[in-house]
């Protein structure tokens, strides 16, 4: 693919995207537009259709609040972007005079949604940011930014904004950070933008997601910004004053070099690099003996005809690595997820070992 930038950030800087989660009345963009100017956003957002989780919320203004953004163009000179989510959406952004369009999140995962909308935009040239889709699926992800490209649009960028979860998170999406830096892994060019708003879900989470960003080198970030958050039609948890968007978020981050050319320092983590290479051949190594016994255990129990998976043993297994991780300042979090797919990768070699036979 030859992508281009969806965004060009003004002084070479990161990306920022800012304004509220929806469009609400001219007066509520004007009084943002006003008090954000002095960031000099590269892009003001707001919804104007809003995909609501239940019937009965807030749905957005529609339509005439189109206008009001625009407006933000004549007297500020912003440029401006919104949320479509069908073809009809389309064609009215592009009649106004909206500068960048964005496929929400429960747009993003259906390809038949995804594929009308694209076959409106065939032969225009407006920057699409595609959010990620609701589910952990980087190739639903792809084949979206792919269907927009098929149809001759070249500026697109991936917007991050979390995953939908069951269960309880400090998050309101988990980020899965090993997504996005897949994307980028892949397709290097892509232009990469964290929706910390969505992500965090409360502003006290807001910094520490978008310092992850800036070090993961994403490209930008979008955030919702209100004049009155609790009084927001829409996402009021979430969304921060113009003051915490400066004072609580943007004068706090820290901006690291990516490398640097002081040889002591580069060969001090040359050293500890190589140590990890030697810890991660261990953890190979044991592992693979690991794998060795649970295929040993599925010959013994072959023989007992005894099924492969023991609920208890399980717990036990469990139990005892949860202790262990806090004697070894290790989350629970973290080690859960090592012992579940160490656990599902000895299944695998058990199984194997006792239906062989059978195939
Ligand atoms: C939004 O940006 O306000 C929005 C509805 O986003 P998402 O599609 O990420 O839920
Ligand atoms: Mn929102």
């Known amino acids: 693919m030859n992508l281009q930038k969806a965004i060009e950030p003004q002084n070479n800087r990161q990306v920022l995207i800012l304004c509220p989660c929806s469009a609400e009345s001219p007066e509520q963009l004007q009084s943002l537009a006003k008090s954000i100017l002095d960031l000099k956003p590269d892009?003001?957002?707001?919804?104007?259709?809003?995909?609501?989780?239940?019937?009965?919320?807030?749905?957005?203004?529609?339509?005439?609040?189109?206008?009001?953004?625009?407006?933000?163009?004549?007297?500020?000179?912003?440029?401006v972007c919104t949320e479509v989510a069908n073809p009809k959406h389309v064609e009215l952004c592009l009649k106004a005079g909206i500068d960048v369009l964005w496929i929400g999140?429960?747009?993003?995962?259906?390809?038949?949604?995804?594929?009308?909308?694209?076959?409106?935009?065939?032969?225009?040239?407006?920057?699409?940011?595609?959010?990620?889709?609701?589910?952990?699926d980087l190739a639903l992800w792809q084949g979206a930014i792919e269907r927009f490209y098929a149809v001759g649009i070249q500026r697109l960028a991936a917007i991050h904004r979390g995953f939908s979860f069951y269960g309880n998170s400090i998050y309101r999406n988990v980020p899965r950070w090993q997504i996005p830096i897949e994307l980028k892994r892949?397709?290097?060019?892509?232009?990469?933008?964290?929706?910390?708003?969505?992500?965090?879900?409360?502003?006290?989470?807001?910094?520490?997601i978008a310092q992850i960003a800036i070090d993961l080198h994403y490209d930008g970030l979008m955030i919702e910004v209100h004049p009155d958050p609790q009084n927001a039609l829409s996402d009021a948890d979430q969304q921060v004053t113009p003051e915490f968007l400066k004072e609580g978020i943007l004068n706090k981050l820290i901006y690291r070099k990516h490398k640097t050319e002081n040889q002591i320092f580069n060969q001090q983590i040359e050293n500890i690099r190589s140590k990890i290479d030697g810890l991660?051949?261990?953890?190979?190594?044991?592992?693979?003996?690991?794998?060795?016994?649970?295929?040993?255990?599925?010959?013994?129990?072959?023989?007992?005809?005894?099924?492969?998976?023991?609920?208890?043993?399980?717990?036990?297994?469990?139990?005892?690595?949860?202790?262990?991780?806090?004697?070894?300042?290790?989350?629970?979090?973290?080690?859960?997820?090592?012992?579940?797919?160490?656990?599902?990768?000895?299944?695998?070699?058990?199984?194997?070992?006792?239906?062989r036979k059978h195939r």
């Open 280 to 355: 991660d051949q261990q953890i190979l190594k044991i592992l693979s003996e690991r794998m060795a016994l649970a295929r040993q255990i599925g010959i013994e129990k072959n023989k007992e005809s005894i099924s492969i998976f023991q609920p208890d043993r399980w717990n036990q297994i469990v139990g005892q690595m949860l202790d262990m991780a806090k004697e070894y300042s290790l989350s629970e979090e973290f080690i859960f997820s090592l012992i579940e797919a160490i656990h599902i990768e000895s299944i695998h070699h058990q199984s194997e070992t006792m239906n």
């Open 186 to 208: 892949q397709w290097p060019e892509i232009q990469l933008l964290a929706d910390i708003s969505h992500i965090s879900g409360h502003p006290e989470n807001h910094l520490e």
């Open 105 to 136: 999140a429960r747009t993003t995962v259906n390809p038949f949604y995804v594929q009308e909308i694209a076959e409106v935009l065939r032969g225009t040239d407006i920057p699409i940011l595609v959010k990620n889709p609701m589910n952990p």
């Open 43 to 79: 892009l003001v957002r707001a919804g104007v259709w809003k995909p609501r989780t239940r019937p009965g919320q807030f749905q957005g203004k529609g339509e005439p609040a189109l206008e009001w953004l625009t407006d933000l163009k004549q007297e500020f000179g912003l440029k």
